[in-house]
């Protein structure tokens, strides 16, 4: 039944709102929760109505394209109506914008008391671009976002995006030019992008977004590293796209549909698309290339966004939101990161939020059964969808994690994701959340009564008043881990009226 849906819509914290993209490939509805500036997907469905698979030839959306779409359309409204989800905005693409019986469509779209709003081409190349800038706050480049009807280039930068165009060179076309040969497929992005201007965009990322980009990135990561399967910001540098383009150029879509999380449908277009793929490289040459699962869709949410909330560091704030119902709150991470902080010491502002978003994980994970903790740390570091990150931070937490259960040695492969000195470092940012619990379960006892000291090649843990007595074998054990992972001795300290060190305990 449509109300069972209820419960999946409601279980996230903050308010839900709805998308619905009417995109040229296919018509889709996505509902979000959770934090506001990095929200969650609560429900993700689409319809393969190929609404644009006539334009370019009939100038026309094809009656049985409309038909399909329309049918889904119906369902949504229904599904959204019948959630109370009251947020909803519906947007409406390439297709629709060049076939001469769009409007007719809209009208139509209207009548099952949706209010769709058409874009125009540079309407959604800027809010593409973003999306982009919604995930990665410091993105500065170009923003290739590839739909079923056309491509959209965008520049962005500190200063904004800026020359948003939308060109003809959508995915829905690529199957048909890639018969012809790859090089038929260069040759008219290299003219189109070259009668827009854009060439010669030297040495910045490319941001990719669409669903044809993101099945390369997952063949990709499939083919090459099976710790990672979010293809959400995978990075590759320009030499290794382009031989994972060439590969794609010569590969058979039937290959490509056999891996999991390509569909046919994508997998039809991925030879073509590695064409295009070599031809933006040449074009634009840019240094790397980076793949975005934001877009348009999270693009329209973020720009209704105060400014303050836009401010807001996207990883931290999807931290929060996913700990809390999970027992993880920011102010005691906060407490056991300062208290962890004399032993493990300060780093860089980029690394200090990865251990700070580890220390909140590792405390969530408390809440899990412990033989369920293991896997579920690589789950939560790995596998879900984190705003903001890299691979190496994903290793990181994933390490960190890992120590606080107890679960070391890590599993092979981590060395190719983060330098063995960042992994080293993430073990004892773990460990020192295990001592800190091993306390007291982070009572506030620990905080006013014990405290880390590092000096002179030693560990102290050191322990104040009625915090003696929380001394126990455990606490040694986890405390001489701790100084293993940090290459220093370690000894207990009972402070009364003055600091009268005890017995070393390694």
């Not at 977004?209 to 320009?238: I, K, Q």
């Not at 981590?414 to 009572?443: M, N, Q």
């Not at 915090?467 to 606490?475: E, T």
Request: overall charge neutral.
């Amino acid at each position: 039944m449509i109300e069972s849906t209820l419960a999946s819509f409601g279980g996230a914290t903050g308010p839900r709102r709805a998308v619905i993209d009417i995109g040229s490939n296919t018509v889709r509805l996505v509902v979000y929760g959770g934090s506001a500036r990095a929200p969650t997907v609560l429900w993700n469905e689409k319809v393969a109505a190929r609404l644009g698979r006539e334009v370019a030839d009939t100038g026309r959306l094809a009656d049985d394209s409309m038909e399909l779409a329309l049918a889904g359309l119906a369902r949504y409204a229904t599904l959204l109506q019948a959630n109370e989800v009251e947020e909803i905005e519906t947007v409406a693409t390439a297709a629709v914008r060049d076939a001469s019986n769009g409007p007719e469509f809209l009208a139509s779209v209207a009548r099952l008391g949706l209010s769709p709003r058409l874009l125009s081409g540079v309407e959604e190349a800027e809010i593409g671009a973003l999306g982009v800038l919604g995930a990665f706050p410091q993105a500065e480049g170009v923003v290739a976002d590839l739909g079923g009807g056309s491509i959209e280039l965008t520049e962005v930068g500190p200063e904004g995006i800026k020359g948003g165009v939308s060109l003809p060179l959508g995915s829905l076309r690529l199957a048909k030019w890639h018969a012809e040969g790859p090089e038929a497929i260069r040759s008219r992005v290299d003219k189109v992008l070259g009668k827009a201007g854009w060439v010669r965009q030297t040495g910045r990322p490319l941001y990719l977004v669409g669903g044809t980009f993101r099945s390369m990135a997952t063949f990709a990561l499939r083919t090459s590293n099976p710790l990672l399967d979010d293809p959400h910001g995978y990075e590759l540098p320009t030499a290794r796209a382009a031989k994972l383009a060439r590969q794609l150029t010569r590969g058979a879509p039937e290959d490509f549909a056999r891996m999991r999380g390509i569909s046919q449908m994508r997998a039809a277009v991925l030879p073509g698309a590695g064409a295009m793929m070599l031809a933006l490289i040449d074009d634009l040459q840019p240094d790397r290339l980076v793949f975005s699962s934001w877009g348009l869709r999270e693009g329209l949410l973020y720009s209704r966004l105060d400014p303050a909330v836009r401010r807001e560091d996207p990883f931290l704030s999807g931290l929060a939101s996913f700990c809390a119902p999970r027992g993880g709150q920011w102010e005691l991470a906060a407490r056991v990161a300062d208290w962890a902080a004399p032993a493990i010491g300060a780093d860089c502002a980029r690394v200090e939020r990865v251990r700070l978003g580890a220390t909140i994980l590792a405390l969530a994970l408390t809440q899990v059964e412990p033989n369920l903790r293991a896997p579920q740390a690589l789950n939560w570091a790995l596998h879900k969808r984190w705003i903001a990150i890299d691979a190496s931070d994903r290793a990181l937490l994933a390490t960190a994690l890992l120590a606080s259960c107890n679960a070391l040695p890590l599993p092979e492969g981590f060395g190719a994701l983060a330098d063995t000195r960042a992994l080293d470092a993430a073990v004892s940012w773990g460990l020192a959340v295990r001592l800190c619990r091993r306390l007291a379960a982070c009572a506030p006892v620990t905080f006013e009564q014990t405290r880390l000291e590092a000096q002179n090649g030693c560990l102290a843990l050191v322990m104040t008043g009625a915090a003696a007595v929380l001394r126990n074998k455990g606490v040694e054990k986890d405390l001489d881990r701790l100084g293993q992972a940090l290459d220093l001795d370690t000894k207990i300290v009972i402070e009364e009226k003055g600091a009268v060190p005890l017995s070393r305990t390694g």
